[in-house]
């Protein structure tokens, strides 16, 4: 073995080496108030993943590979310290709730398959992940269950909603359960033509529910009314908003929040086909006055890096973006930070304009008092990232879990937060980081090979032309001004070829203009040609100091592919990020 083959053999070894090391990579953050992203595990399903926060402690829930339910625990640092697959007797578990007691107990929810069709579930667990109570099921027999919603009454009791998944046999049903886990109250039905209910407590314990009701076939109703626990009804039932489907559309929602001051339900309506496309609707309306309610469109950009303005946020975030501009063509799946507070986020999976084309991100979104604030962009990882649910800790820290596209039928499950405990760790340089730094910039050097036509095409033009000179005067060396100028002459045609013929279908000055939008005025006038004309003369001149050659087309071809490459270089890094 020759000296390059231990040379490409000692790489080899390293990158095995590092790899071994790297351990599990966090995946990027788009926005300062957010950590990495944690990976916690992987999903056999493109559902939510259960999340409760409490003190110093996160708790997820997810289906894993074998459609079983797994639990993790997560530390105040975001390391996760346990995780197991429930020993649960259900089989094909899906859509998984927790609910966090003050006295730090897990209360678990799940649709599970049995003979007569899709089951609710309930458990209890301790604060380790162990099961404290019999398995119940709670749905009532022959019900195929689709939605779920629950929450702690002022007696410390869960009152739990839930109905079918489809329209055929409609209805909303409550039940309680009582700190020990044995239901108080049986299934009763309180809404007999309603499906997808959604719930919220405000501060002084009054119960807060929206629905919907298919009054024809294309048609969604979304209602709201208060319920009353004791008495186990609903006050003055309200239309809120009603929804019309068109064709290969779907509705998803409804999720309801609350601020100090109003009320807010949340739905999704999705173009499913050849073109998809996702836009989320609100209705809002001061509390203890439904009828008032109005609806609009959140609207956000779908810029990849916003420019953020400080903001003075309840929960645990200080900065947003503004609203205005492009509208993202797809925003869904909304989902709430529970109970109620001067402000309201919202968390949806948002399409971003990246440089490697769109892509699906997180992103949250901000309201009060009816209007949106601002936003953030929390993501930036390489896959499609979806369904996140997000809650607060006591400290009113926000923690957020998501999952993101593996390949088929798999998913990432992955975590972060505002902690600034969380924080400290995630976002620490780690050998991974170095790792996978390394890959960009290899693959921005692939970019730059894979562009080589690219650069021909720069050079096709300015090169004929000297041909011509050449044919014409028969001077091959910079011996005569004619030389010289015929070189002047092609050095500009292919600064303007470099300018006008873009390698990525559109030129580079754009991007900067997204990338750099402060310096991106003195690049779109003279100056990012005038700084490649400058390097590759610099390069010609020092070829020419160092050779006896006067070449005329030894000296172009040096401008030519300094000047060329340079710029593929930097439109690679461009397309990875660095810039």
């Given at each position: 073995?020759?000296?390059?083959?231990?040379?490409?053999?000692?790489?080899?070894?390293?990158?095995?080496?590092?790899?071994g090391?790297?351990?599990?990579?966090?995946?990027?953050?788009?926005?300062?108030?957010?950590?990495?992203?944690?990976?916690?595990?992987?999903s056999a399903?493109?559902?939510p993943?259960a999340?409760?926060?409490g003190?110093?402690?996160?708790?997820l829930?997810?289906?894993?590979?074998?459609?079983?339910?797994?639990?993790?625990?997560?530390?105040?640092?975001?390391?996760?310290?346990?995780?197991k697959?429930l020993?649960l007797?259900?089989?094909?578990?899906?859509?998984?709730r927790?609910?966090?007691?003050?006295?730090?107990?897990?209360?678990?929810?799940?649709?599970?398959?049995?003979?007569?069709?899709?089951?609710?579930?309930?458990?209890?667990?301790?604060?380790?992940?162990?099961?404290?109570?019999?398995?119940l099921?709670?749905?009532?027999?022959?019900?195929?269950?689709?939605?779920?919603?629950?929450?702690?009454?002022?007696?410390?009791?869960?009152?739990?909603?839930?109905?079918?998944?489809?329209?055929?046999?409609p209805?909303?049903?409550?039940?309680?359960?009582?700190?020990?886990?044995?239901?108080?109250?049986?299934?009763?039905?309180?809404?007999?033509r309603?499906?997808?209910?959604?719930?919220?407590v405000?501060?002084?314990g009054?119960?807060?529910?929206?629905?919907?009701?298919?009054?024809?076939?294309?048609?969604?109703?979304?209602?709201y009314?208060?319920?009353?626990?004791?008495?186990?009804?609903?006050g003055?039932?309200i239309?809120?908003?009603?929804?019309?489907?068109?064709?290969?559309?779907?509705?998803?929602?409804?999720?309801?929040?609350?601020?100090?001051?109003?009320?807010y339900?949340?739905?999704?309506?999705?173009?499913?086909?050849r073109?998809?496309?996702?836009?989320?609707?609100?209705?809002t309306?001061?509390?203890?006055?439904?009828?008032?309610?109005?609806?609009?469109?959140?609207?956000?950009?779908?810029?990849?890096?916003?420019?953020?303005?400080?903001?003075a946020?309840?929960?645990?975030?200080?900065?947003?973006?503004?609203?205005?501009?492009?509208?993202?063509?797809?925003?869904?799946?909304?989902?709430?930070?529970?109970?109620?507070?001067?402000?309201?986020?919202?968390?949806?999976?948002?399409?971003?304009?990246?440089?490697?084309?769109?892509?699906?991100?997180?992103?949250?979104?901000?309201l009060?008092?009816g209007?949106?604030?601002?936003?953030?962009?929390?993501?930036?990882?390489k896959?499609?990232?979806?369904t996140?649910?997000?809650?607060?800790?006591?400290?009113?820290?926000?923690?957020?879990?998501?999952?993101?596209t593996?390949?088929?039928?798999?998913?990432?499950?992955?975590?972060?937060?505002?902690?600034?405990?969380?924080?400290?760790?995630?976002?620490?340089?780690?050998?991974?980081?170095?790792?996978?730094?390394?890959?960009?910039?290899?693959?921005?050097?692939?970019?730059?090979?894979?562009?080589?036509?690219?650069?021909?095409?720069?050079?096709?033009?300015?090169l004929?032309?000297?041909?011509?000179?050449?044919?014409?005067?028969g001077?091959?060396?910079?011996t005569t001004?004619?030389?010289?100028?015929?070189?002047?002459?092609?050095?500009l045609?292919?600064?303007?070829?470099?300018i006008?013929?873009?390698?990525?279908?559109?030129?580079?000055?754009?991007?900067?203009?997204?990338?750099m939008?402060?310096?991106?005025?003195?690049?779109?006038?003279?100056?990012?040609?005038?700084l490649?004309?400058?390097?590759?003369?610099?390069?010609?001149?020092?070829?020419?100091?160092?050779?006896?050659?006067?070449?005329?087309?030894?000296?172009?071809?040096?401008?030519?592919?300094?000047?060329?490459?340079?710029?593929?270089?930097?439109?690679?890094?461009?397309?990875m990020?660095y810039?």
């Amino acid at each position: 073995m020759g000296k390059r083959g231990r040379f490409l053999a000692l790489l080899l070894l390293l990158g095995v080496v590092l790899g071994g090391c790297a351990g599990p990579r966090t995946t990027p953050r788009a926005s300062p108030d957010w950590s990495k992203g944690q990976p916690v595990g992987m999903s056999a399903l493109n559902q939510p993943v259960a999340i409760q926060a409490g003190e110093g402690v996160v708790y997820l829930t997810w289906v894993d590979g074998e459609h079983r339910l797994h639990w993790a625990q997560l530390d105040e640092k975001g390391r996760v310290v346990a995780d197991k697959s429930l020993d649960l007797p259900t089989r094909s578990s899906q859509r998984p709730r927790l609910l966090l007691d003050p006295q730090g107990r897990l209360h678990l929810f799940w649709i599970a398959s049995k003979e007569e069709g899709q089951g609710l579930y309930y458990v209890q667990l301790s604060a380790s992940g162990e099961i404290i109570s019999d398995p119940l099921l709670l749905s009532l027999p022959g019900m195929e269950v689709g939605y779920v919603a629950s929450g702690f009454s002022a007696q410390g009791q869960i009152e739990l909603f839930w109905s079918q998944a489809a329209y055929g046999r409609p209805g909303v049903y409550n039940l309680t359960i009582d700190p020990e886990s044995l239901v108080t109250s049986p299934n009763s039905l309180i809404a007999s033509r309603g499906i997808a209910p959604t719930l919220q407590v405000d501060q002084e314990g009054t119960f807060h529910l929206s629905w919907l009701e298919r009054p024809v076939y294309d048609t969604r109703q979304i209602y709201y009314a208060t319920f009353d626990p004791e008495r186990r009804v609903l006050g003055e039932v309200i239309g809120i908003a009603e929804v019309v489907l068109r064709g290969g559309q779907i509705m998803v929602g409804p999720v309801l929040g609350l601020d100090l001051k109003n009320g807010y339900i949340f739905w999704s309506i999705e173009q499913r086909g050849r073109a998809v496309s996702g836009d989320t609707f609100y209705a809002t309306f001061p509390l203890g006055r439904p009828v008032e309610s109005v609806v609009m469109g959140l609207r956000v950009p779908p810029t990849e890096r916003p420019r953020y303005d400080p903001y003075a946020g309840e929960y645990d975030y200080h900065l947003l973006a503004s609203q205005e501009g492009a509208v993202s063509t797809f925003l869904s799946r909304p989902w709430v930070v529970d109970g109620q507070r001067s402000e309201l986020p919202v968390v949806v999976s948002i399409n971003i304009s990246t440089r490697l084309g769109e892509h699906l991100q997180i992103a949250m979104l901000v309201l009060s008092q009816g209007q949106l604030k601002g936003y953030q962009v929390v993501t930036a990882t390489k896959m499609a990232s979806l369904t996140p649910h997000i809650v607060a800790d006591p400290r009113l820290g926000l923690h957020l879990a998501w999952i993101d596209t593996a390949g088929f039928e798999e998913y990432q499950v992955l975590y972060a937060s505002t902690s600034p405990q969380v924080k400290e760790v995630l976002n620490r340089i780690t050998l991974a980081d170095v790792v996978d730094k390394g890959g960009d910039l290899i693959t921005a050097l692939f970019l730059v090979v894979g562009f080589a036509p690219v650069l021909i095409a720069w050079i096709v033009l300015p090169l004929a032309l000297l041909l011509i000179f050449y044919f014409l005067t028969g001077q091959g060396e910079l011996t005569t001004l004619g030389a010289w100028v015929a070189l002047g002459v092609a050095m500009l045609v292919q600064l303007l070829a470099m300018i006008f013929i873009s390698p990525g279908g559109r030129d580079l000055l754009p991007l900067l203009a997204i990338s750099m939008p402060q310096v991106a005025p003195l690049f779109t006038s003279r100056l990012f040609p005038i700084l490649l004309a400058i390097l590759g003369l610099g390069a010609m001149a020092f070829y020419l100091r160092r050779t006896r050659s006067r070449s005329l087309f030894g000296a172009f071809f040096v401008f030519a592919f300094t000047a060329g490459i340079l710029r593929l270089f930097l439109f690679a890094l461009i397309r990875m990020g660095y810039i």
